[in-house]
Nanobody, 131 residues
Framework: VQLVESGGGSVQAGGSLRLSCSVS????????MGWFRQAPGKQREGVAS???????SYADSVKGRFAISKDNAKNTLYLQMNTLEPEDTAMYYC??????????????????????????WGKGTLVTISS
């Protein structure tokens, strides 16, 4: 399984970016995928998640500003980021895990694999927001 992020860049505060994560090499029916970010000197944090049943979860800091989605036909995960703030500056990573079954609480930020470790990671794309 390979994950490749793109779409990062430098924008001013208040602007928007859409990150993409191309996922290849898997044939599983169930998935849990997420976006994580790590700012300089800070721990990595979960930003948003989505499972194969369409359930999503978001970090409080991005609720109402970011939206996660997945185009299954294109095998691509997205993160639409609006009203960006300097505090959103970080390296953004997509990650995935493919469980044999999916349950409602499996793919929530702060629990399960999003807390304890995802199986597959991309190399990241840098987002820089200037004030």
């Amino acid at each position: 399984v390979q994950l490749v992020e793109s779409g990062g860049g430098s924008v001013q505060a208040g602007g928007s970016l859409r990150l993409s994560c191309s996922v290849s090499g898997y044939t599983y029916s169930h998935y849990c995928m997420g976006w994580f970010r790590q700012a300089p000197g800070k721990q990595r944090e979960g930003v948003a998640s989505i499972d194969s049943d369409g359930r999503t979860s978001y970090a409080d800091s991005v609720k109402g500003r970011f939206a996660i989605s997945k185009d299954n036909a294109k095998n691509t995960l997205y993160l639409q980021m609006n009203t960006l703030e300097p505090e959103d500056t970080a390296m953004y990573y997509c990650a995935a895990v493919f469980p044999p079954v999916m349950s409602a609480g499996f793919c929530l930020l702060g629990s399960g694999p999003l807390r304890h470790g995802m199986d597959y990671w991309g190399k990241g794309t840098l987002v820089t927001i200037s004030s």
